[in-house]
């Protein structure tokens, strides 16, 4: 009655109404941020997903770029390590192929020259790998049916040819008759006589090698030049060694830095990467020696 009489009976309706329309905003206000909220959500996974895609994207055209400028690149159709047994059925098989006169081209090539014309004229637009694999002996045929660039351990002097049937010794391939084999490191010395894979002879010997000095200034120069000293004694060593078994056919393998100094004895020279003991070490040199790398341009 007291409410009626001094109007605020209706103040008290109208509070309630704003009350409930603020309950109601809020209640929109919640609702609207919620949206907002599950739209910055989804734009976020959205953009995530743009990024992955522009990525893939790129990576495809990086991809076909690489696949493009690859088409004009020349590859091997096959590379293989051949094996005794396998390096001599390859031999036979290159042995046995016949023509027509002038219709095998064999090859060296001496990797330190440039690759001569008749190289290049017979291998045409694969003539780039057999300069990539020289040094080695290349063969192929008027036909394109024969193709193939062998590693040599023994190699011949550079020739190219034309004939009627694959130009080849086992002799540069295998081991053949009576030969000598000498492994020569820095520090070691190892000597086989050979007659054909069969060993008939050994002589080795180690030498001792002052380890490297931690210490600069003269003290430096001065180990320096002592382990210079005892490598050119240990050096002098190996070539008595050599003389004195004076071998017609002398295969030095070793350290590439010294046996070079070899090569006046040599009948071939070739880097080996020979570890252990003289007897071990000469065996695994001797296998590396022989090893055969056969591709196909």
Same mark, same amino acid.
């Given at each position: 009655m007291l409410d009626r009489l001094l109007?605020?009976?209706? @103040? *008290? !309706?109208?509070?309630?109404?704003? %009350? !409930?329309?603020?309950? &109601? @905003?809020?209640?929109? @206000? =919640?609702?609207? *941020? %919620?949206? +907002?909220? =599950?739209?910055?959500t989804e734009r976020q996974r959205a953009e995530a997903e743009v990024n992955r895609l522009e990525d893939r994207v790129a990576e495809l055209q990086d991809r076909v770029e690489r696949l493009q400028s690859a088409e004009g690149e020349s590859t091997f159709r096959a590379e293989e390590t051949l094996s005794r047994a396998r390096l001599s059925e390859v031999l036979d098989r290159l042995e046995s192929f016949e023509t027509e006169p002038e219709g095998v081209f064999t090859a060296y090539v001496d990797a330190e020259r440039s690759l001569p014309g008749p190289v290049r004229d017979a291998f045409g637009d694969r003539a780039s790998l057999v300069a990539s694999a020289a040094p080695c002996l290349a063969v192929t045929d008027d036909a394109g049916v024969l193709s193939a660039c062998l590693s040599v351990p023994a190699p011949p002097s550079p020739f190219t040819e034309w004939d009627d049937s694959v130009r080849l010794e086992r002799s540069w391939f295998e081991p053949t008759g009576e030969h000598v084999v000498a492994l020569v490191r820095s520090d070691l010395f190892a000597l086989g006589e050979y007659d054909g894979r069969e060993r008939t002879a050994f002589h080795g010997f180690d030498s001792e090698l002052k380890?490297? &000095?931690? *210490?600069?200034?003269?003290?430096?120069?001065?180990? !320096?030049? @002592?382990?210079?000293?005892?490598? =050119?004694? &240990?050096? =002098?060593?190996? +070539?008595a060694a050599i003389e004195e078994v004076s071998p017609d056919r002398l295969y030095v393998v070793g350290e590439g830095s010294v046996i070079h100094e070899f090569e006046d004895l040599a009948t071939a020279t070739k880097p080996v990467d020979a570890t252990g003991e003289p007897d071990e070490a000469l065996d695994d040199a001797v296998r590396s020696l022989w090893t055969v790398r056969l591709r196909v341009p």
């Open positions: 109007g605020r009976a209706s @103040l *008290k !309706e109208r509070v309630a109404e704003l %009350e !409930e329309e603020t309950h &109601h @905003l809020e209640r929109q @206000l =919640d609702a609207e *941020k %919620e949206r +907002r909220a =599950d739209a910055a380890s490297q &000095h931690s *210490k600069g200034g003269f003290s430096q120069g001065r180990f !320096e030049r @002592l382990r210079d000293q005892q490598i =050119d004694s &240990h050096l =002098d060593r190996c +070539r």
